[in-house]
């Protein structure tokens, strides 16, 4: 396999590969925007660490808005599913609040 690489400069390749991310991700995000209806966006995960990407992401016409989680580790998985329950138990005496930062505890 090295040596079908042999004659292509590796900058070359990267530009390659950047450009068929790019296309799989928007192709993923624009097939759930026309299955869910949903246009606006909340990615998560070491593909969406890609800025490049993103910002084709947010430029597409089908995209009205795009929140990037900030945190990518397994961190992510225990601030949905506390999202999700809070949704869940939302109602008019608890009602479901802006996420203003992803620090827990006290601000002094």
Not at 7 to 23: G, W, Y
Request: overall charge neutral; charged content about 30%; some cysteine.
């Amino acid at each position: 396999m090295r040596q079908d690489f042999k004659t292509f400069r590796f900058d070359s390749i990267s530009a390659d590969v950047q450009s068929f991310h790019e296309n799989i991700v928007k192709d993923f995000i624009r097939n759930w925007i026309r299955k869910t209806g949903v246009r606006k966006i909340a990615v998560v995960g070491c593909c969406f660490m890609n800025i490049k990407a993103n910002k084709l992401l947010m430029e597409m016409d089908e995209c009205d808005d795009l929140f990037e989680m900030p945190g990518y580790g397994d961190e992510s998985c225990a601030l949905g599913a506390s999202v999700i329950s809070h949704i869940e138990h939302a109602s008019e005496k608890n009602p479901i609040q802006k996420l203003e930062h992803l620090y827990l505890g006290t601000r002094k």
